[in-house]
């Protein structure tokens, strides 16, 4: 099936099933279990920081069509991925996708201060945003009310801080 391709260790072969799953999310031929599949969102978010170019593309195409295809809530953005902690919001955040963060900080079931994995390095989608200089995330991220822009990373460093030592300013 093409849940089980999304976690198949040939990237063309993921990169394809994602493609094949963002277009039936967008013709409306998945159920709702195959929406709400605790694996899909993390699967396709980590396409996103791929080494494979066709395998990016094609995470960012099914995460937008899942996204965009899903008017009645039943694919929860807030799941973090199992190995990282990633959520959806700090994958988009990492990788500069500001229209896809603004469709998942619309979901109040979102976190905007979670932080990801364990231990020191531990980032939110706002860190993520300032460590790679991108500042149309950072204005998204810092208009959810939820957000608290001086919230450190596991490191101590805020994200004024982390901005400042890239040299983004």
């Not at 149309?136 to 982390?162: E, Y």
Request: proline share 7%; hydrophobic share 45%; glycine share 8%.
């Amino acid at each position: 099936s093409t849940l089980q391709l999304l976690e198949h260790p040939n990237q063309e072969l993921r990169a394809y099933a994602a493609i094949t799953f963002g277009n039936l999310c967008s013709a409306g031929a998945l159920t709702p279990a195959q929406l709400q599949h605790p694996s899909v969102l993390p699967h396709l978010v980590a396409m996103l920081s791929s080494s494979s170019t066709q395998e990016r593309a094609g995470g960012v195409q099914a995460v937008t069509q899942l996204l965009l295809a899903d008017a009645q809530g039943r694919v929860d953005p807030s799941i973090a991925d199992a190995a990282t902690g990633e959520t959806a919001l700090i994958a988009l955040a990492r990788f500069d996708h500001a229209a896809l963060v603004a469709v998942v900080l619309a979901d109040e079931r979102v976190d905007p201060n979670h932080r990801d994995g364990d231990g020191a390095g531990r980032k939110t989608a706002l860190c993520c945003a300032a460590e790679g200089g991108f500042p149309r995330v950072a204005a998204l991220v810092l208009a959810s009310p939820r957000c608290d822009p001086n919230l450190p990373d596991g490191d101590g460093n805020t994200p004024l801080i982390i901005a400042a030592g890239c040299g983004h300013t």
